[in-house]
């Protein structure tokens, strides 16, 4: 798929992040998303990131 091949350029997907967020659960619910959507489901997606001096300790 073109459009996922543009999705994984983003830094976002850098597997140094290891938070989940570049999961490969994650891209498989980006993909069923955009089935859903592309089956005329009406889809909307909320994004949150955490602040950058947020820890889990």
Same mark, same amino acid.
């Given at each position: @798929?073109?459009? +996922?091949?543009?999705?994984?350029?983003?830094?976002?997907?850098?597997?140094?992040?290891?938070?989940?967020?570049?999961? &490969?659960?994650?891209?498989?619910?980006?993909?069923?998303?955009?089935? @859903?959507?592309?089956?005329? @489901? +009406? !889809? +909307? !997606?909320?994004? &949150?990131?955490p602040?950058?001096?947020? &820890?889990?300790?």
């Open positions: @798929m073109p459009d +996922q091949v543009e999705l994984l350029k983003n830094s976002m997907w850098d597997k140094s992040l290891a938070d989940g967020r570049s999961s &490969t659960a994650m891209l498989a619910l980006l993909n069923r998303l955009r089935e @859903m959507r592309a089956a005329g @489901m +009406q !889809i +909307q !997606i909320y994004a &949150t990131q602040d950058a001096a947020f &820890t889990m300790d």
